[in-house]
């Protein structure tokens, strides 16, 4: 149908550069805002910690080694007999050679930032694979818990 | 006595009236293959209403970026926060301000225009003189019309999110001194591709759906005189923008109220 | 009596038949009881006073509208009971030129024309060109193909959309008010348009007007109405010379008679009275 015989090329010009501009705005959130390189770790291998406390730790919060970003919590669930968090970690494949004897550490980024889970490599020869658990885990900090032990402690030395 | 009766007018009146505006929406719905047979009709009104648009949405993004990241800086700076402005300022723009503002500017410029002009054809008999001709008024006007509002709001929605982000980055880095790279990887890092990007285009989906479907609605439902199109262009802007902002509460509550 | 598709008493060379038609908008009644015969090849005439329904009796015509009792014929088919899809099957075989010429204002001249061609006849766009060029030839605006609806006088206007009216070469040409709001030439002109694309392209007009003068000059046959109904019928000459003092009032344009100079309303004294009664 030709109706917009008038003016059509102008139209068409300017539209175009409309849906371009759209599309390159879409890519500019998707790689420079947001995080679409590391958004979603596809391929990699699962592994699980058990915590007694993940405090604020979410669905999606990184996993890094030494700060390096190398995967992602991809499960939160509480495990029924023992009553603590396990979290599943989805950590990319060519990572494959962390030791067994890592240990996962809960921390916070700056004093209020978002959490996240730290491993630090152990020494042992053999290397975590898909469905492998961490056995050593420290928790995460409560804020609020560790403020409360400290002003009891306080109370406590002026009582003396 | 007197109230009461006109409570129930209103509530009726009003009930009529979405009633109808349900029934369009079908008969709209209906004939929507006529936007891939009409493509060419689709890409003209994309011109008028999208392009037409464009301006006042790069301009207004590119100063409510500016301020956010002001206002932001100045409230994180108090708790040494202020590696967190980039942060700030994206998930303010993709998640809220995006889509709800680049929406309700396009209702006031696009929205009341197109209310007007299918106001004026009704008024002019252009509408009842293409059914005379055996063509359909609702797709051969309407529906171009609507596909290329619901089409053009995502667009604007991620020019306006660029364009508040590069300002906010003007603003925080050259003049407030945040380092470029903190401002970037505070985004990086807390900006989910998903979760905060995408939510948001579908967001700008959904207000483009029903801000271009008030925008036609109000047109066709014109009463064919001056003061019909005047208080029609109006209606579309209040209820076209007020639908937004309650639809946005409503989202915000159905993508981010079930997690935490 | 069960709905036939075909009205019996219809004669062979009635191209529309209005039949014992009422129309009304919402609870108020327009029209009733109307009865008409509309012969092939004929300028019909339909007039009354402004505000008397004629164009709603065009918009039963076309099937825009569906009476409330009654029937309207179009060759023989009922036009209220046909489907959409053929319903604009039928519009294809008739034209309309509105009051207010509602060409589409975002158009050219030659677009608008080429409209209902590209809409419904996926001809050629060499083709379409040249038929829309005839078409504009036959109303004098060849020359003016390039213009665009704001650009143009209401005579051309009018000229334009009766081009664009007759594009699809209809049977039947509805035109609402052709004479309103012209000069004298484009009167002229009009009038010479209506009876010769009626004479040459072998159609059949209604012209529904409140003119006299040019009602009478171009009707081969008349209708009057008022009071939602008709009033009178008949040839011109029948008509201006009619002994109804209804017929007579309108076709003579007589300020009180049967249709009083009053609108209804109380006693003037009475109301006086009552008004500064009332006030104190
Ligand atoms: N869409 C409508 N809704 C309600 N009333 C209408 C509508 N159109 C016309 N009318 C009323 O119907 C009557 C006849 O209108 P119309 O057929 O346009 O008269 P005419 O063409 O003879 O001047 C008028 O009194 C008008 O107010
Ligand atoms: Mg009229």
Redesign the pocket.
């Known amino acids: 149908m030709s109706n917009t015989a008038t003016g059509g090329r102008k139209i068409e010009l300017w539209v175009g550069v409309l849906v371009l501009g759209g599309l390159l705005s879409l890519g500019f959130l998707a790689f420079e805002v947001g995080n679409f390189d590391n958004a979603r770790v596809r391929d990699g291998y699962r592994v699980y910690a058990d915590f007694q406390n993940i405090g604020g730790l979410t669905l999606r919060a990184p996993v890094a080694v030494a700060g390096v970003r190398i995967g992602q919590v991809t499960g939160i669930t509480l495990s029924r007999d023992s009553f603590n968090a396990r979290v599943e970690l989805t950590i990319a494949r060519h990572y494959d050679n962390l030791p067994v004897d890592s240990s996962a550490s809960i921390f916070t980024k700056g004093l209020l930032g978002a959490q996240y889970v730290g491993l630090e490599p152990g020494s042992d020869e053999e290397f975590l694979g898909d469905g492998d658990e961490i056995e050593f885990t420290n928790s995460s900090v409560v804020l609020e818990q560790l403020i409360g032990e400290l002003l009891f402690s306080k109370a406590e030395e002026a009582a003396e | 006595m007197n109230a009461l009766a006109a409570i129930g007018r209103f509530t009726l009146g009003g009930v009529y009236h979405l009633g109808r505006c349900g029934v369009f929406l079908c008969t709209m719905l209906a004939v929507i293959s006529h936007a891939w047979r009409r493509f060419a009709l689709v890409v003209r009104q994309l011109y008028f209403a999208g392009v037409m648009t464009l301006l006042i949405t790069l301009v207004a993004g590119l100063f409510v970026g500016m301020v956010l990241s002001l206002q932001g800086y100045y409230t994180l700076v108090n708790y040494g926060g202020e590696s967190a402005l980039g942060l700030l300022v994206a998930l303010s723009l993709t998640r809220e301000l995006g889509p709800v503002l680049a929406a309700v500017l396009f209702t006031g410029r696009a929205g009341s225009a197109i209310t007007a002009e299918i106001g004026l054809m009704k008024a002019t008999d252009q509408l009842a003189a293409m059914e005379m001709m055996a063509t359909d008024p609702v797709a051969r006007v309407v529906v171009p019309r609507f596909v290329a509002g619901v089409l053009a709001v995502p667009i604007l929605t991620l020019l306006f999110n660029v364009v508040g982000v590069l300002g906010g980055y003007y603003v925080g880095t050259v003049q407030l001194g945040v380092d470029s790279g903190v401002y970037w990887a505070s985004m990086q890092n807390g900006v989910d591709v998903f979760e905060d990007i995408g939510n948001g285009i579908i967001k700008s989906f959904v207000f483009g759906f029903v801000v271009s479907w008030i925008m036609v609605f109000e047109g066709c439902d014109t009463e ?1 005189t001056a003061e019909g199109i005047s208080r029609a262009t109006t209606r579309t802007v209040v209820v076209g923008s007020l639908s937004v902002l309650g639809l946005d509460y409503i989202l915000t509550a159905l993508m981010y109220g079930g997690i935490s | 009596m069960p709905h036939s598709p075909h009205n019996p008493a219809r004669p062979a060379d009635t191209l529309v038949s209005v039949d014992n038609v009422s129309f009304g ?2 609870p ?1 009644t ?2 009733s009881g109307l009865d008409m015969q509309i012969t092939r090849g004929s300028v019909v005439v339909v007039m ?12 039963l015509i076309g099937g825009r509208l569906a009476a409330s009792e009654g029937r309207v014929f179009f060759d023989g088919g009922d036009v209220a009971a046909l489907r959409r899809r053929e319903l604009f099957a039928l519009r294809k075989r008739m034209g309309m030129l509105f ?1 207010s010429s509602a060409l589409l204002t975002d158009l050219s001249v030659f677009d608008n024309v080429a409209f209902p061609l590209r809409e419904h006849c996926g001809l050629p766009e060499s083709l379409v060109r040249n038929l829309v060029l005839m078409k504009l030839h036959m109303v004098g605006l060849r020359g003016a193909r390039d213009l665009r609806p704001a650009e143009l006088s209401g005579g051309m206007a009018r000229r334009v959309a009766l081009a664009r009216a007759i594009a699809l070469d209809p049977e039947l040409i509805l035109y ?2 052709p004479f309103a709001g012209l000069d004298p030439v484009s009167l002229g002109v009009t009038l010479k348009l209506i009876r010769e694309l009626n004479d040459a392209l072998r159609l059949t007009s209604v012209v ?1 007007t ?1 003119d006299v003068d040019e009602g009478c000059r171009i009707a081969d046959y008349m209708y009057l ?1 008022g009071r939602g109904t008709i009033i009178g019928h008949g040839a011109p000459q029948e008509m201006l010379h009619s002994g109804d003092p209804e017929v007579a009032q309108f076709m003579q344009g007589m300020p009180d008679g049967p249709v009083p100079f009053h609108y209804p309303a109380p006693d003037y004294r009475a109301e006086l009275l009552d008004a500064g009664g009332a006030r104190s």
């Open positions: 064919p | 908008y919402g108020r327009i029209l009354g006073p402004s505000g008397c329904g004629k164009s709603t009796l065009l918009g009051q609402d008010e529904v409140h109405l």
